[in-house]
């Protein structure tokens, strides 16, 4: 298994910009999810998806579009990039597994984007 | 609100020292509580993962515990080596849904000096 993959590794845009961040997983996993990364802020979680065709936001959606059609892929847009987004993304992917508790995190590894 | 707190910021110890990274939340209602390790540049591994009902997890040298009614989570370190030098974050999951939901810390910084 490939496990969680991400594309680019790392962008750099313009301010109004738009792009799209690949993530996909080999896993048959549920459960994807967007967080960025940003220094002393720890990692936040900007959308989330719980099966194709379902989504939800996170602590952190505006700026950000997500979609579902697959189990193994979930993108993320930036519709009109702007500085305030410098950071560093990871897509992350879970079973289901309610009632257990046991939904051990895998995580991509990360896409660097500037927006200048 | 749950907020997660990761004190110290940073830690430099010599190899061989046995060390402790502290974790602490705000809110005790909580369904599993996750250590990560990040290496600079690179994504997080899952190191440990402590159910709401359970006291610890062990793998390796690593020791895990949680104590849901003080909201505290300790990550212990045995016989540290330079490899061990990384980023450790830990992340609680506070949703029923089980939606992967985490809320993370801002991390530890660990050193370990050869």
């Known amino acids: 298994n490939a496990g969680v993959t991400q594309t680019p590794k790392f962008q750099v845009l313009k301010t109004g910009q738009s792009m799209t961040l690949q993530c996909a997983q080999d896993m048959n996993h549920e459960y994807m999810s967007w967080y960025r990364q940003d220094p002393g802020m720890g990692l936040r979680l900007i959308h989330y998806s719980v099966g194709a065709g379902i989504t939800d936001q996170g602590e952190v959606p505006n700026g950000y579009n997500v979609s579902r059609s697959t189990t193994e892929d979930f993108p993320l847009r930036l519709l009109s990039a702007a500085p305030s987004q410098t950071s560093v993304y990871f897509c992350a992917s879970s079973y289901s597994s309610l009632g257990t508790g046991a939904n051990t995190q895998y995580f991509g590894p990360g896409t660097r984007l500037t927006v200048l | 609100k749950q907020e997660v707190t990761q004190i110290p910021a940073a830690l430099s110890v010599p190899e061989g020292e046995n060390l402790v990274l502290n974790c602490s939340f705000t809110d005790s209602a909580i369904y599993n509580l996750q250590w990560f390790r990040q290496d600079p540049g690179k994504g997080l591994t899952s190191l440990l993962l402590i159910q709401s009902s359970q006291r610890e997890q062990t793998s390796g040298r690593l020791n895990a515990s949680l104590d849901k009614s003080s909201g505290r989570s300790t990550l212990y370190i045995a016989a540290s080596q330079p490899g061990d030098s990384a980023t450790y974050l830990c992340?609680?999951?506070?949703?029923?849904?089980?939606?992967?939901?985490?809320?993370f810390g801002q991390g530890t910084t660990l050193q370990v000096k050869p």
């Open positions: 992340a609680v999951r506070t949703d029923s849904s089980n939606t992967g939901k985490l809320i």
